[in-house]
């Protein structure tokens, strides 16, 4: 089984939709993040928690929110989604007592589309 | 503020050739430097990363990185390609004090048979 899951795999909505983005992971780490991904931008971060009491907005928060339900859990929702909201977006997890130099570990991605 | 560029944004090459993606920081304070790579329909996946503990770092599946300070490079490296090469590939960097990654552009790979 996956260590770092992401549903759904792929989401098609329309614009003002609510739509909420999930994340888990069975590492066991305390960090986690949210990326999205656009074609020749690389990946940006939107979010990121040191652990469940402790959320960060990122580059590109704007349009998005976050929930850390629990140290396995991680939802990234678009409270009112428009069309430049169409993406790639990927949760990351990392163990968090390594340092920077620690390895993230990516979910599969989500595939979005906001018509 | 840091910052990572990859020059070409595809490249291609014929199976069994030199692979070489080029990666460049721009960072005041010493950098961790990562190489990922991205198979189609699937998450990112660490290659490599440059801990200062040695300048030349090998990863998996035949890659290095060599970490040259004077040139703030970090560029990949695969003395034979192979198919199963093809794939998109992505730098990143952080340093001490942060855990926030700092992402290239990418660079696409293109193996030719």
């Known amino acids: 089984d996956a260590d770092v899951t992401q549903t759904p795999r792929n989401r098609i909505t329309k614009t003002g939709k609510r739509i909420m983005l999930e994340c888990s992971q069975t590492?066991?780490?305390?960090?986690m993040y949210w990326y999205r991904q656009d074609p020749g931008l690389g990946l940006q971060l939107i979010y990121y928690?040191?652990?469940?009491?402790?959320?960060n907005k990122g580059e590109i928060s704007d349009g998005y929110s976050v929930s850390r339900q629990a140290q396995a859990k991680f939802s990234l929702s678009l409270e009112s989604a428009i069309p430049n909201q169409t993406a790639l977006y990927f949760c990351?997890?990392?163990?968090?007592?390594?340092?920077?130099?620690?390895?993230?570990?990516f979910g599969p991605g989500t595939r979005l589309l906001v018509l | 503020a840091q910052s990572v560029t990859q020059l070409g944004s595809h490249v291609s090459v014929s199976e069994g050739a030199l692979v070489l993606l080029r990666c460049n920081y721009s960072?005041?304070?010493?950098?961790?430097l990562f190489w990922y790579v991205q198979y189609p329909n699937q998450g990112l996946q660490l290659l490599l990363k440059?801990?200062?503990?040695?300048?030349l770092v090998k990863g998996i599946n035949g890659f290095e990185a060599e970490f040259k300070k004077s040139e703030t490079s970090f560029h990949l490296t695969k003395p034979s390609a192979h198919m199963s090469d093809a794939a998109e590939y992505f730098c990143?960097?952080?340093?001490?004090?942060?855990?926030?990654?700092?992402f290239g552009t990418g660079t696409r790979l293109k193996v030719l048979a």
């Open positions: 928690s040191f652990d469940v009491k402790d959320i």
């Open positions: 960072s005041s304070v010493p950098p961790y």
């Open positions: 990143a960097a952080t340093h001490s004090g942060t855990y926030k990654y700092i």
């Open positions: 990351a997890t990392s163990e968090g007592r390594r340092g920077p130099q620690e390895t993230q570990y």
């Open positions: 590492k066991g780490h305390d960090r």
């Open positions: 440059y801990t200062s503990a040695a300048t």
